[in-house]
């Protein structure tokens, strides 16, 4: 039962365009979402993070936005670097630290 | 500051045999969580170790065992491989209170033939 949904496996974006990021959760007990970037050969890495209490937070060229009422997060970057192509995973936690993923999208920035 | 660092890098196994794994966290973190990633999926969650205790078990059999250590270093074994026990296997960290997010390692690939 995949309780984290990213759609769209595959995004191609040019440089210094925004690329968004969907991911939908069905657990309503989640209330803590996070991005992580993985290249290849490497262990993910936290990229941002949001509590259910808010509905946005924001570092630099990253943006999440989170719905709660409608189940949904998106990821921001803008702008958009060729050092950005990656898989992204969204991941979601109920108050224990225990992260469910999505599969994650791969995302392509072309120069 | 040294993240979290995780032995073997690659490991080819027989289909039967036994296997560990080996992880060190984070500086300054006291939880161990074991994910395994098959091609194509995101991690999936095995166990949660804090205070050399089990805390939290995913869907995963009993062949599947871990153990902290005094050090906060951890352990994950799996008995009676199979081939669908192929996959990448990472270890993160974090702190136990609180909602904070995990710090993953490079992981280690395991290749049951």
């Known amino acids: 039962d995949q309780q984290v949904k990213q759609n769209s496996p595959s995004l191609s974006v040019q440089e210094g365009r925004i690329s968004i990021l969907n991911c939908d959760y069905t657990n309503s007990m989640f209330d803590y979402f996070l991005w992580y970037k993985k290249y290849p050969a490497e262990g993910p890495t936290f990229l941002i993070s949001?509590?259910?209490?808010?509905d946005k937070n924001e570092d630099g060229r990253f943006t999440v936005f989170l719905n709660k009422s409608a189940k949904h997060l998106s990821l921001h970057i803008v702008p958009s670097q060729p050092g950005d192509s990656a898989v992204y995973f969204c991941a979601a936690s109920a108050g224990n630290n225990r992260l469910a993923f999505g599969k994650g999208n791969q995302v392509v920035v072309i120069p | 500051d040294a993240g979290v660092t995780q032995s073997p890098t690659h490991l080819i196994k027989t289909r039967g045999q036994q296997v560990t794994l080996r992880c060190s966290p984070k500086?300054?973190?006291?939880?161990v969580s074991w994910y395994q990633q098959a091609l194509g999926q995101g991690p999936q969650f095995i166990f949660q170790y804090y205070e050399e205790e089990e805390r939290q078990r995913g869907n995963f059999p009993d062949r599947f065992s871990g153990h902290q250590f005094p050090n906060y270093s951890s352990e994950l074994n799996v008995n009676a491989l199979l081939l669908g026990d192929s996959a990448l296997y990472l270890c993160a960290s974090n702190h136990y209170r609180g909602a904070n997010p995990l710090h993953f390692g490079n992981g280690t690939r395991l290749t049951v033939t």
């Open positions: 949001i509590s259910s209490i808010k």
């Open positions: 500086s300054g973190h006291d939880t």
